[in-house]
């Protein structure tokens, strides 16, 4: 189909889109086969019963479905319903819950789960991280506290930043890759989140404080030797430079590019966000570590992001090789080229 998409050609390349659709070779699987797809990764609930997982694994599909942890709901002790997803932990792992080591049992029952079916990711979409410092009594007691009701923001801070360095310490044992998606102002607009509800597409960027919650968190790992591969997501552009700084602050040589700083994500991952993403990495970090474009929308539908950030990465280096930028060696870029696309993705994951 090389129609341009008008009211005019519209019907007719609905009409030819969906025969297509009806073939076999056009199918989910066929066209991630085709496309030499090795691994994909969804994003699943902790209380998740992975049961397509165990299924999809029997069927030698030709390439990888693997589970990412995903433990939001947990970290948000503030939101409605948090009581309810603790008993609904309880019901998986058949633990009682009263404190918050059960709690981190409990969890850390579920990703020994995850990993069993070749979990090596979790990943966390928060509007920020805020390190605050705690202790397990002041924190246990701040759990039982919103089991009977409400608690305070700050209460709500300081449970975050305890569970997530719990979560931290067994992602480390794991040596599972920890993912941060950072800096989303969700669900603005009251009236459709009471009439539809949540994620019915009122998001936008927020402009929340990073660098310092950021760091402490890192940093409170890191002293313990207890910090795992690190991947960290801005939506704010305004943060570019501080994500790139800060993935930087905490590499420690045991691996090259062990503390990344993700591709554009989100409202970001548009050409003008991915080229001033790939520019900022290139001025602050390594671009030749970098990882390469994700797409965690979970949708079939955004999977030729992969195809449309390859085109910009090489047109953002092309441009820069014809202003005498960088030296005109076709073998020495395209490695480079070859390994931020695939190479250091499969090196980092080692799935």
């Known amino acids: 189909i090389t129609d341009l998409l008008d009211k005019e ?87 009682s819950i009263h404190t918050l080591l059960d709690l981190v049992a409990a969890l850390q029952e579920r990703i020994n789960f995850f990993h069993s079916l070749g979990g090596r990711l979790a990943d966390h979409g928060l509007s920020r991280l805020y390190g605050v410092d705690f202790t397990e009594k002041e924190v246990d007691r701040i759990f039982q506290k919103r089991m009977q009701g409400a608690i305070y923001p700050g209460e709500a801070i300081q449970f975050q930043s305890a569970l997530l360095y719990f979560l931290g310490r067994m992602y480390h044992s794991k040596q599972w890759t ?14 459709l989140l009471d009439t539809i509800g949540a994620d019915v597409g009122c998001d936008s960027i927020g402009d929340f404080e990073q660098a310092t919650g950021l760091s402490k968190f890192l940093n409170r790992l890191d002293q313990e030797n207890k910090l795992t591969k690190t991947i960290l997501y801005n939506l704010n552009p305004r943060d570019n430079e501080v994500f790139a700084t800060m993935a930087g602050n905490f590499n420690d040589g045991s691996m090259a590019g062990k503390i990344q700083w993700g591709s554009a994500w989100w409202f970001l991952d548009q050409k003008d966000g991915m080229e001033k993403q790939i520019n900022a990495l290139s001025n602050m970090g390594l671009l030749s570590r970098f990882l390469g474009m994700l797409t965690d929308s979970r949708s079939f539908l955004s999977f030729p992001r992969h195809e449309y950030f390859r085109r910009i990465l090489c047109n953002l280096i092309g441009r820069d090789v014809e202003k005498g930028e960088l030296p005109n060696d076709t073998k020495w870029l395209g490695k480079m080229v070859e390994n931020i696309c695939y190479y250091n993705a499969k090196n980092y994951f080692k799935f």
Do not use: W, Y
């Open 178 to 191: 920890m993912q941060f998606h950072l800096g989303a102002l969700r669900n603005n607009n009251q009236r």
């Open 9 to 95: 050609s519209g019907p007719a390349i609905f009409e030819k889109t969906n025969a297509q659709l009806r073939q076999a070779n056009f199918s989910t699987q066929h066209l991630l086969k085709s496309k030499k797809v090795e691994v994909v990764c969804t994003t699943d609930d902790p209380t998740d019963s992975l049961e397509h997982h165990q299924a999809f694994q029997q069927q030698n599909a030709g390439f990888k479905m693997l589970p990412t942890f995903r433990p939001d709901k947990f970290l948000q002790i503030e939101k409605a319903g948090f009581p309810e997803m603790i008993k609904q932990l309880e019901v998986v792992t058949n633990k």
